[in-house]
């Protein structure tokens, strides 16, 4: 198969802490500590080993104590690992009677610090729910628990000629009910679409412990409120998603994809749209990279296109097609680069001629991530962004930051057909949280995202990282208020994620 594994978490560099105290919540005030005696409660309802503490294994829960990107720490003491849906039942109503306060937890990728605690809260986790239930061939719907990983998710549908309709640099590790929960987006989003879409049904687990069944494996249901989208993208923040009907589609038979350069980004958006108008129904993904984030990557491997051996361009992208005739899509994609290349906004490309091509080209793609998060402290962004305003907000940020802070560096990547740009600082060398970049940056970037229509999370959601933004930049205070009538509908003592998604009031 051809996915492969992201770079584990422990491999990356230590980090200091994001300060949480533009985060600190009172709500958490409302939550106790768990207690020995809680452990013990909370053991004699589940299976032996599913419950974790500092005393029986002090790596294993340091590790799901901390975010991906090593910026989030939590102090939690317990981690539960259940293996069914009874289990997490149990697991919920107990702490919703005792007042404790839970962070659900998937393959812990997450960017905006949402899958660790802020403070003690218990640390539950669907890896070990990680069965699946079958594809129906016929349908293209497959039936899993949420702990199942996404590449895993991919080799079983591939291995009966279907796709999971989401993609993303994280796929080794990330899993499918993380990825429901933040409405994950990714490299084919404009392919398929959003998962809000391409979900049809969910069990979730709500935070007293009542199982809520919104399985579904029809396509069209017009029954009611479709109270499983309230779940999709609510990270965490409203029930613990257990179970999915994920509808996929037939693998395709051709992938044809090309990694080109260009010398400006007028020649970007140019390029974009002669491949909408060129590649029509075969187009399915458009990735963008700048030099600066290439220059990072190319220190663990070759970029196979440059002006002069050694000198990048300014503008990569990758275009990908696929579909179900070689032939035609070859020839599609023939007259599309053809064109690009007329036109002068191409200034160098390759052509994929096999699989093992294909994988090569977006292997570079995918080590954006993990090139920049080594480099030093990574300042992460996400955002959308009109096409006409995508690389002007780059260069906008640039004259801010460069005369006060020469050493930081600005990289930028994402999928430009879905206007998300991916815009990151790093200081190279400098692992500790840098107050003056940070005020350089907040609130100055999200604001000229609104002034200029666009939106301060694409894909990672709030987390404790925007949530604070969320009542000020994002949406009014009427939805707000009705999102908070929502949260407690279904979490009325605020156990489930406190700190996080929601603004603390
Ligand atoms: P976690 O990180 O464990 O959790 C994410 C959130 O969901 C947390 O708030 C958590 O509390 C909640 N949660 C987890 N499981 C459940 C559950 N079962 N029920 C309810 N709530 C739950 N994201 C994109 O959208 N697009 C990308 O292209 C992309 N690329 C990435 C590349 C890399 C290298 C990395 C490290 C991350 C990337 N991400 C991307 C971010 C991340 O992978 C996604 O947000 C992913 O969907 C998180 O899945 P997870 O299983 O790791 O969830
Ligand atoms: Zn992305």
New binding site residues.
Partial sequence: MIWRL?TPVCSLPPRTPRSVTRNSSSLLEKLRSPTVSDCSALAALVDEGTIVTAEDDPDLLARHNVD?KREYHGRSTVLLRPRTTAELSGILSYCHVERLGV?????????VG??VPVADEIIVS?ARMNQIHGLDRTSGILTCD?GCILSDLHNYTADRDHLVPID???KG???I???V??N????YFYRFGSLKGNVLGLEVVLADGTVLDLTNTNRKDNTGYDLKQLFIGA??SL????KINLSCPRLPSSRNTAFLALENFDAVRRTLRLAKAELGECLAAFEFMDRAILDLVSKSRAIPISMDGSTLYPFYVLVETQGSNGEHDSEKMATFLERAMSTLDVVDGILSQDIQQVEEMWAIREAC??AVASEGRVYKYDISIPVSDYYEIVEEMKSRLGPARPDALVVNWGHVIDSNLHFNVTTPGMFEEDPEIVSLIEPYLFESVVRRKGSISA???L?QCKNEYLGTLAKSPTAVSKMRAIKQLFDPHYIL?PG?YLPAK
Avoid: F
């Fill in positions: 992201v991906w962070v659900p937890q998937a393959g812990n990728t997450g960017l949402g899958s669907v949420a993303l640099g994280a590790s990330c899993m009910g993380g990825n929960s933040t994950a987006g990714g490299q990270e965490g029930g613990i998603i257990s991530n993990p894909e990672h959601g987390g994620s996080k």
